[in-house]
């Protein structure tokens, strides 16, 4: 069974920053696509990464300030969050696919991004 957990979000400053995390597991995850989404804005994917690393894509709010990566030797997703504003505010899924039509486990949690003074 397709499962991604999402971790590392929390409370923080504007202007500061995280680092989210998302292990894969149930699938060959070095044979997707995958992208980070958030809840409650349009479009909520954020970013995208290829399957091997080479090529990323953001949305234009957060190009220069977010940076997509992965380990497909640990099948894992991160996305580096820097200099982070309130409208970053957001629950935070992993998806696989590319741009808009990344799709979230069957079972997605999430994790929480909260940017408050």
């Known amino acids: 069974q397709v499962q991604l957990v999402e971790s590392g979000g929390g409370l923080v400053q504007p202007g500061g920053s995280l680092r989210l995390s998302c292990a894969a597991s149930?699938?060959?995850?070095?044979?997707?696509?995958m992208s980070w989404v958030r809840r409650g804005s349009w479009p909520n994917w954020v970013a995208s990464i290829s399957?091997?690393?080479?090529?990323?894509t953001y949305i234009d709010a957060v190009k220069g300030r977010f940076n997509i990566t992965r380990d497909n030797v640990d099948a894992t997703l991160y996305l580096q969050m820097n200099n982070l504003k309130s409208a970053d505010t957001s629950e935070y899924y992993c998806a696989r696919g590319w741009g808009v039509g990344a799709i979230t486990g069957p079972n997605a949690q999430g994790t929480q991004v909260t940017v408050s003074s």
């Open positions: 149930g699938f060959t995850f070095k044979d997707y696509d």
């Open positions: 399957r091997d690393g080479s090529r990323t």
